[in-house]
């Protein structure tokens, strides 16, 4: 068993930046983080926490006012008060400096309950709908509170024990609307995000259904010849033993294989590997170990427990010796086999929960750092357990009920828990339980899931809840499966910003106010948020309108222009907008200047090695630049990266691909490139490779007004510049905004007479303010002129 000591992270603050008195300690992190303990018998905590391992923080300037009753510290950024007492609302207080967005709630007082932006919660667990959020360390108002109190500490071997140290420690974040910097400061008190392996973020398939070695094959198989890619096969509980004796309790727990399921579990884990995917099994660990279990001789000796005695032995998060036989007899030998991480299925503490006593945290711990042994990039996948948790990836949200409510909740509750540290949710896809069917309803929740941190289809265990793409009818099952194909594309972008999220402690899902924490619309779209640094999703989450088949989305498009992926329609931002889409599209926003990375993939294939063939999507309009990073496709932590560095610049209408730099022995010597320029029409492109300059030919698609050109065969180590000629003539967007709508009303369910009497308006030669007039005097419905009123104000 691989036990993680995280001796990089030192939990002692800098001295300089303590203040001490008889019960009460005040570290300053920082100039807006402060930590505050208090203890009667001035027992003062220096270990690392449950969620705290690093305290170690640059020296504070600040200034102190002292007298025997009192206490007043000042940093640039905040003013603190304390009478020296036990802590109290009236005694001790922390007030922003400057400028603050609120007359009055820009001052915490002791125990004061916050207006926070929300964190995250421990499970959804037969949630239907919204349901309340734990707090994060984000406030609209500045200033935000967490509670580290009761939580356990980490010993320097690795191992844990219950706290009996100081009576209140508190952690106080006091940032503004610096919500990247809050973040980023939080991460270097708790530890990073680690990085995820790279097959984590293609699809998972998962279904609590009792396969054995021959269904899951044909389901392999079936995926094969329908070309869909996963990369991560769950089996949930049914792989082992559930038909026990009643004596035992219950049949969640079992690490046992069912032979009559899976005869030979080697056999059936290397058909899986060799079809190219990575393999969990499903555990309920709560009930111990039984008499029943293959290993049960075996474990109970090294508990020094008589094996013949048939006892039941308990499960015991506090004990090192059951932790140590539990890897070394229940997972380790799966491991040998293949099994290459846990699905870690706690769910059986109290509903109030004592940090003190709580397993899931601990389970998380020992099972994430475990995972890592021999090199590798940890993974592991339970449910959330407070603060800190965001260090042991991945987590799993629990049995939803299938609905659009639940649906609805998602997009917001996965952002939000960005504003506590947890970017690596993974959701039951299409819901879990009870609900009805609805193939629009799973269409929508698999577009969401490809734009979510963790793609997983999952459902409970019922002949009638189904999430293979091949039992839903047409349309759906083949927009359904571009979306899973589209998720394996954009691998090299998902995975750029998993290392970014490692390295520069910004999580994948980032809410709208990370970058506009001052413009209030962005705290409006609750269910809009940026998926990772270049896109913005707004998820369709709502039923489509049966005249119009199209479904409502409230978006915000900040300053800019942004253009829509699939559409290709420019969109001016600066302001509120309805967008409406069909089954096939969701809202998905680039801006001016961004750039995509995308594998371009020849062929359904499970592969999700660093690409050959790459698609870059380009916004014209501005200067942009991305840097592509990429390192071994397995899940090794010691390989180093490189990166490609991509440039446009729009006054010089040229694109830069700079050498890779770092271990280019990670991907492929020569690649090819699509590149996708939207919002240009481009005659004539030039490569110029060393002193070698060559001309290639160009396709335009007016309808998306995209320019596309394909260079091939080009080396890793060489710089590559691409100039290009635009087309003088304007672009009309009139005539591809017609288009658009034309293809609309063919597909609106109304009037034929009204299509043309619509139609009729929108081609005539009449000014753009009398066009819009009449379209909205025109007697049709709402729903039809807010889909003709969002294309033609685009």
């Not at 300053?28 to 220096?46: A, H, P, W």
């Not at 964190?119 to 609209?140: A, N, P, Q």
């Not at 191992?159 to 919500?179: G, T």
């Not at 969701?586 to 990375?597: R, Y």
């Amino acid at each position: 068993m691989y036990i993680e000591k995280y001796n990089d992270f030192n939990p002692l603050a800098n001295p300089k930046s303590i203040i001490i008195g008889k019960g009460y300690r005040i570290t300053l992190l920082t100039s807006k983080l402060v930590r505050l303990e208090y203890s009667k018998n001035n027992i003062f905590e220096d270990a690392r926490t449950k969620m705290v391992i690093n305290r170690n923080f640059p020296e504070v300037l600040y200034e102190i006012y002292e007298d025997e009753n009192s206490l007043k510290i000042i940093t640039k950024d905040i003013t603190l008060r304390y009478n020296k007492r036990e802590f109290s609302p009236y005694g001790l207080s922390i007030e922003l400096n400057g400028k603050t967005k609120h007359p009055y709630k820009e001052i915490w007082h002791f125990n004061d309950k916050l207006s926070n932006l929300g964190g995250t919660r421990r499970t959804l667990d037969f949630i239907d709908g919204e349901v309340e959020l734990d707090d994060g360390i984000l406030s609209e108002y500045g200033i935000s509170v967490i509670d580290d109190s009761n939580s356990p500490i980490l010993l320097e071997n690795g191992w844990y024990e219950d706290r009996n140290s100081n009576e209140i420690d508190l952690y106080v974040f006091a940032y503004k609307r610096n919500y990247k910097e809050a973040l980023k400061d939080f991460f270097l008190l708790t530890g990073p995000q680690p990085k995820l392996p790279r097959y984590a973020l293609g699809n998972w398939w998962s279904r609590y259904y009792p396969y054995n070695e021959n269904s899951y094959k044909d389901l392999l198989e079936k995926f094969e010849n329908e070309k869909l890619p996963f990369s991560v096969a769950v089996l949930d509980m049914d792989w082992h033993l559930v038909d026990i004796p009643e004596k035992y309790g219950s049949i969640w727990t079992g690490y046992t294989w069912n032979h009559e399921l899976f005869p030979d579990p080697k056999r059936f884990i290397d058909y899986i590997k060799e079809k190219g995917y990575k393999i969990t099994l499903n555990v309920h660990p709560s009930a111990g170990i039984r008499p029943f279990e293959i290993m049960y001789r075996d474990f109970a000796k090294a508990m020094n427990i008589d094996p013949n005695k048939d006892l039941y032995i308990d499960f015991d998060h506090k004990s090192k010796t059951f932790f140590e036989n539990t890897f070394k007899y229940l997972y380790k030998p799966n491991e040998d086999i293949g099994v290459d991480f846990w699905w870690i299925d706690w769910q059986q503490s109290p509903t109030k929960i004592d940090e003190n006593k709580d397993p899931l945290w601990v389970l998380n711990h020992y099972h994430y750092n475990d995972n890592k042994k021999n090199n590798n990039i940890g993974l592991t996948f339970s449910r959330y357990a407070g603060p800190g948790s965001h260090r042991y990836p991945v987590g799993f949200s629990g049995d939803t009920v299938i609905s659009w409510e639940s649906l609805d909740f998602q997009p917001y509750f996965t952002s939000t828990a960005s504003n506590i540290g947890y970017g690596w949710w993974s959701h039951d896809i299409g819901g879990h339980r009870h609900g009805y069917r609805s193939d629009e309803l799973t269409l929508r929740w698999i577009q969401f899931g490809v734009f979510s941190p963790i793609n997983r289809l999952h459902s409970s265990n019922s002949e009638f809840i189904e999430k293979e793409p091949w039992n839903f009818k047409e349309p759906y099952k083949t927009i359904i499966v571009e979306y899973l194909r589209l998720r394996h594309e954009l691998i090299p972008y998902t995975y750029t910003m998993n290392v970014i999220a490692n390295t520069e402690n910004i999580p994948l899902i980032r809410p709208m106010y990370y970058e506009y924490p001052e413009n209030k619309e962005s705290y409006k779209v609750k269910n809009q948020y940026y998926f990772g640094s270049e896109l913005l999703i707004c998820p369709i989450t709502k039923k489509i309108n049966e005249e119009s088949e199209m479904a409502e989305f409230k978006a915000w498009l900040p300053k800019g222009n942004w253009y829509d992926l699939q559409i290709g329609l420019k969109y001016s931002g600066n302001r509120n907008i309805t967008i409406n889409r069909g089954i096939e599209n969701l809202g998905i926003f680039f801006k001016e200047g961004s750039i995509i990375p995308l594998a371009k993939l020849k062929e359904r294939i499970n592969n999700i090695d660093n690409p050959e063939n790459l698609r870059i999507i380009i916004g014209s309009g501005d200067d942009g630049e991305f840097n592509l990073i990429e390192d071994n496709k397995d899940n090794l932590s010691n390989v180093e990266s490189v990166t490609t560095n991509f440039k446009y610049l729009e006054n010089d209408s040229k694109i830069l691909i700079h050498k890779a730099e770092g271990n280019i022995n990670v991907i492929p010597r020569y690649r090819s490139f699509e590149f996708n320029i939207y919002g240009k029409k481009i005659k004539k492109v030039m490569i110029k490779i060393k002193d070698s300059i060559r001309e290639i030919g160009t396709e335009y698609n007016f309808k998306k007004n995209i320019t596309s050109f394909i260079i091939r065969e080009i080396p890793i180590n060489e710089n590559v510049e691409i100039t290009f000629e635009y087309d003088e003539a304007v672009f009309d967007s009139k005539t591809q905004k017609l288009d658009i709508i034309k293809k609309f009303l063919k597909k609106s369910q109304m009037s034929n007479v009204d299509k043309d009497e619509i139609y009729k308006i929108l081609v005539a030669n009449k000014d753009y303010k009398t066009t819009i007039s009449e379209i909205l005097n025109y007697d049709t419905s709402l729903a039809i002129k807010n889909v003709l009123l969002e294309i033609i104000l685009a």
